[in-house]
């Protein structure tokens, strides 16, 4: 894949990155191309490579992306346009999702004391469950690693063995009443690399969600 300047791409762990610009500076030459991913800045090669050839890396840009609104509003224009008697524009567009998702008997819309209305919270993470302590404990925990390996570094990913062994020694420091340390901040450390793992191999965020929600 050759990957060009103002265009968005998917990297192979799934996120969307924003429009490809020219690096610029002395890294040109072997890093082209740079887009940011959840506000923090990459650097690629002519093929998308985040790394380097022939090394799959989760950063690596695999395929273009297009916006769902862009494509429906294509299909739209395409199979509408005749009754419009007119291309279509993007209010059109707009309308007519506004129509379909008003007429959606499963969608429940919330209606604020303002007037503001808001879809439901329903079937939707619930995050805020993680509470500030353990975010902030966790936090804390993740500053020191940035500090002794640098930030980011757990990015680059480890594999299950290594993380799952790491794991066991800090929950048995724990059973044993070790505090010289945050034991259960490494564990969810631990958690993290694991399912930063199956993200990449393609497990869906919501899909133990799905499989247990009738049951």
């Given at each position: ?48 490579r985040y790394f380097k050839p022939n090394y799959d890396h989760y950063l690596d840009l695999v395929e273009e992306y297009v916006d769902e609104v862009e494509l429906y509003g294509q299909d739209l224009a ?117 399912m930063q793992n199956e993200q990449r191999e393609g497990v869906e965020v919501d899909r133990y969600f799905k499989l247990l929600?009738?049951?």
């Open positions: 894949m050759k990957i060009e300047i103002g265009k968005r791409y998917i990297t192979r762990n799934g996120q969307v990155t924003s429009p490809v610009e020219n690096t610029g500076g002395i890294y040109n030459e072997i890093f082209p191309f740079t887009v940011k991913i959840r506000h923090k800045r990459y650097s690629y090669r002519n093929d998308g395409q199979t509408c346009s005749a009754q419009h008697g007119r291309k279509l524009t993007m209010d059109d567009l707009y309308k007519h999702l506004a129509d379909e998702e008003s007429g959606d008997e499963d969608n429940k819309i919330r209606v604020f004391e303002t007037g503001s209305k808001r879809d439901s919270d329903e079937g939707k993470p619930r995050v805020s469950d993680l509470k500030p302590y353990t975010r902030l404990r966790f936090g804390y925990h993740m500053l020191l690693g940035s500090l002794k390996y640098g930030g980011g570094n757990f990015e680059l990913g480890q594999p299950d063995d290594s993380t799952l062994a790491s794991m066991h020694r800090h929950l048995a420091m724990y059973e044993l009443g070790d505090r010289s340390e945050c034991h259960l901040s490494a564990l969810l450390f631990g958690i993290q690399l694991l929600k009738d049951k």
